[in-house]
């Protein structure tokens, strides 16, 4: 059974940095594309960066220059760096992985809890 297990989420005074760690274990198939989403109180969950298995990145515009994605295949582990944080980036951080064996399955973290605050 696939799991995937967020860390490094908490409170951060703006203009700090975070670091999120998501480590997918029981992994049968390929891993192509990882990713992080975040949801805000009220607002729909919405696309944070992608890597897919060759390394390309994806950035919604809000974070372009301050966040950076990262993957270790060998560990099965995706990261995002988080610099220059903002109140407005408080959210709850989603991991999601996506899987090839037959087919192509989705799977997404429990989330981490991301509070930028004075």
């Known amino acids: 059974q696939v799991q995937l297990v967020e860390s490094g989420g908490g409170l951060v005074q703006p203009g700090g940095s975070l670091r999120l760690s998501c480590a997918a274990s029981g992994i049968i198939g390929s891993i192509v594309d990882m990713g992080w989403y975040r949801q805000a109180p009220g607002n729909q969950r919405e696309l944070v960066a992608t890597i897919t298995s060759g390394g390309s990145t994806n950035y919604v515009d809000s974070v372009k220059g301050r966040f950076s994605i990262s993957r270790d295949s060998a560990k099965n582990t995706v990261y995002l760096q988080m610099n220059s944080l903002k109140p407005e980036d408080t959210a709850v951080y989603y991991c999601?992985?996506?899987?090839?064996?037959?087919?192509?399955?989705?799977?997404w973290g429990k989330g981490t809890l991301v509070t930028v605050s004075p």
């Open positions: 999601k992985v996506k899987i090839v064996r037959f087919s192509a399955t989705v799977y």
